[in-house]
């Protein structure tokens, strides 16, 4: 498991639930997305790297900050999902993602929630 950093459970949707046209538009996704990617290379200009999934264990360090909720969440989750520090790491990236997409520059505990449960 330290090697995955999602695992996400996709149920099947009945027809009708496809045919909903109260969902988010891909166009609005795509645009999110976008940003995203732009705030990540603004922050990584200079340094060699093009994505969060690339960030050493210096980067995390520098661009990976936690509040002390976010930290207290992780501390517990790696003491009782007993996380290694790759695992750890793993999580960080994904929520540093998550902050992105949310366009925050610091990391909250929602994001670091998120990436815990979608670790499985």
Do not use: K, W
């Not at 990540?40 to 509040?67: K, Q």
């Amino acid at each position: 498991m330290d090697r995955i950093d999602l695992r996400v459970h996709v149920p099947r949707l009945a027809y009708e639930e496809l045919r909903d046209d109260g969902r988010e538009p891909s166009s609005v996704v795509r645009g999110r997305v976008a940003d995203a990617r732009d705030r990540m290379r603004a922050r990584l200009a200079g340094s060699g790297r093009r994505t969060n999934a690339e960030l050493t264990a210096a980067d995390i360090r520098v661009h990976c900050r936690l509040d002390p909720t976010a930290e207290t969440l992780l501390h517990d989750a790696m003491r009782s999902r007993q996380l290694s520090p790759r695992g750890v790491h793993r999580v960080l990236r994904v929520a540093r993602t998550l902050a992105d997409l949310a366009q925050r520059d610091a990391l909250a505990s929602d994001d670091v929630a998120f990436a815990l449960l979608a670790r499985g």
